[in-house]
Nanobody
Framework: QVQLVESGGGSVQAGGSLRLSCAAS????????MGWFRQAPGKEREFVAA????????YHADSVKGRYTISRDNAKNTMYLRMNSLKPEDTALYYC????????????????????WGQGTQVTVSS
């Protein structure tokens, strides 16, 4: 059973930066496809970024392209989300997700593809 723990959230002003981390345990980390999703109050959970096995393929939502970067360190069993130029509309609870399946262009943004989820870390951006 894979367990995921997010950290790194906080409160920042618009234009600021944060780096989220997702530490994984209980599985072969290098064989996990992983993603970040977020959910704002009253809204559905939405895709932010994803990375396939080994980090060969990465995907970012249009709303965060050029500002967010997903990465992973297999030696540390940890995935990251670097967030720059933060906006108030980025305020949400950010979730880490993982699956042992390979994710591709048709599935990376679908919540149902991911089998494991963290508890989330809050990001609040003030104007």
């Amino acid at each position: 059973q894979v367990q995921l723990v997010e950290s790194g959230g906080g409160s920042v002003q618009a234009g600021g930066s944060l780096r989220l981390s997702c530490a994984a345990s209980g599985g072969a980390f290098s064989r996990l496809s992983m993603g970040w999703f977020r959910q704002a109050p009253g809204k559905e959970r939405e895709f932010v970024a994803a990375m396939s096995w080994g980090g060969v393929d990465t995907y970012h939502a249009d709303s965060v392209k050029g500002r967010y970067t997903i990465s992973r360190d297999n030696a540390k069993n940890t995935m990251y989300l670097r967030m720059n130029s933060l906006k108030p509309e980025d305020t949400a609870l950010y979730y880490c997700a993982a699956t042992q399946r390979y994710i591709g262009p048709r599935s990376y943004s679908t919540t149902g593809v991911y089998d494991y989820w963290g508890q989330g870390t809050q990001v609040t951006v003030s104007s």
